[in-house]
């Protein structure tokens, strides 16, 4: 996420697509580590990172949720992410 931002901030593009899974739900180390937040809450944490980061830009972020996320809900078509309010 680090290089996404760096990359947004440099070429500041007018729209920024980015496609799930964010966070894998068979991804090793979430099948065998015990985390500190919930998945919901580690998602929303990297999108409020990434929006702090760019939002003096006129960048709009579009999230393409899938099925495979781990904090979402494995249907398809996938329903659109419920983010905690970030402002």
């Known amino acids: 996420m ?3 931002t760096e990359v947004i901030l440099r070429d500041k593009p007018d729209i920024c697509i980015l496609l799930g899974p964010f ?3 068979n991804h090793k ?4 580590e015990v985390l500190p ?3 919901d ?3 929303a944490d990297e999108i409020k990172v ?3 980061k760019i939002e003096d ?3 709009q972020i ?9 904090h979402a809900d494995m249907v398809y078509p996938t329903p659109q992410y419920a983010l905690l309010k970030l402002v």
């Open 2 to 4: 680090k290089d996404l």
């Open 29 to 32: 180390l979430i099948e065998t």
């Open 23 to 25: 966070l894998e739900a």
């Open 50 to 52: 990434l929006h702090e």
């Open 41 to 43: 809450e580690i998602f």
């Open 57 to 59: 830009l006129n960048t």
């Open 37 to 39: 937040k919930s998945f």
């Open 62 to 70: 579009l999230l393409v949720s899938s099925y495979k996320d781990a």
